[in-house]
């Protein structure tokens, strides 16, 4: 039985950026119609102290019909003085109750406003969670699970952007291409899980020879390729020398061939020249190698006829 709560649901990063969009879109809405409310509280405020104006004043005029009534000596118009004044009293008590019922609304709003923001805050930080979990899940796609370096897809698109970064500042770019040497037989011998662990030699002496900024990619297979910036082909042969002497510590060795940008390199053709110079090392070495056989069987030969 599979264990469902140890199941992991990975979100396509797409995904959670569109999520991200909808809850920043939301947070903008939630402070709009805090805004408003807060506008809305304001102008209720400004109500409730009209009406509070108003019913002051008209307290005052109630207690000037009042002692109007006390000094008439007219009854009639005393007690119509009177009723005028208790007229006024009502008109300020409801304008007092309108002033209340405003400010209550007020509050209200103003509630209903840092509500609002209250949840704009937790949609921002849900946004920013899942805008880190796809800036995080992407990173995770880059990456070779194997060797950590990146895939072919993020890695020549990050060695294109300095194809065009270096292009811009006329400064120098040295790509190499590179094949460790006999992982077949290194597979077919000891096994796959000793092929996996010279892969992860190999990418490591590249990282240590390689300074922060260059390029390290996996291609595929036992291919590789690195991206040197501000570097010539010379001082790229080196840093490869050096490669060359980590791995050889543990009985590895790899073959590397060396491309440095021209004016209207692209990407793809930089890394083919870089590959085209590997191809043509290499025959040369295989013919060196030949040359020297021959040479040994020739020496045997002459010594053996000199024997006899």
């Known amino acids: 039985m599979i264990d469902m709560a140890a199941v992991a649901v990975v979100v396509p990063p797409a995904e959670r950026d569109t999520e991200a969009d909808r809850r920043d879109r939301l947070a903008q809405e939630r402070d709009l119609l805090a805004r408003e409310r807060d506008d809305s509280a304001r102008q209720r405020d400004i109500g409730a102290r009209r009406r509070d104006k108003a019913a002051s004043d008209r307290d005052r005029l109630a207690i000037q019909r009042d002692l109007a009534a006390m000094q008439r000596m007219d009854p009639p118009v005393s007690v119509a003085d009177r009723i005028a004044g208790a007229r006024e009293r009502t008109l300020a008590s409801l ?30 930080l849900r946004s920013a969670h899942e805008r880190r979990a796809s800036r995080d899940e992407r990173q995770r796609l880059a990456l070779d699970e194997l060797t950590g370096l990146h895939r072919r897809g993020s890695g020549l698109a990050l060695l294109q952007r ?143 006829a000199t024997g006899d």
Not at 107 to 114: E, F, P, T, V
Not at 192 to 220: F, I, N, T
Not at 229 to 252: H, I
């Open 95 to 124: 304008d007092r109750i309108h002033s209340s019922e405003d400010r209550r609304e007020s509050a209200l709003d103003r509630q209903m406003s840092a509500l609002d923001r209250w949840q704009s805050s937790v949609d921002r």
């Open 162 to 304: 300095e194809v065009e970064r270096t292009r811009r500042s006329g400064g120098k770019l040295a790509v190499a291409f590179v094949d460790v040497d006999e992982l077949k037989a290194v597979n077919d011998r000891d096994g796959h899980e000793a092929g996996d662990e010279l892969l992860r030699d190999v990418a490591k002496a590249l990282r240590d020879c390689m300074r922060s900024y260059d390029v390290v990619v996996r291609l595929g297979g036992d291919e590789f390729v690195c991206g040197m910036v501000d570097v010539s082909g010379e001082v790229a042969a080196t840093r490869l020398e050096d490669v060359q002497r980590r791995l050889s510590e543990r009985g590895a060795s790899i073959s590397a061939g060396i491309a440095e940008l021209t004016e209207n390199d692209e990407v793809a053709d930089i890394v083919r020249r870089a590959d085209g110079h590997l191809v043509a090392m290499r025959q040369h070495r295989t013919a060196a190698m030949r040359g020297r056989h021959v040479a040994r069987r020739h020496a045997h030969s002459s010594e053996a």
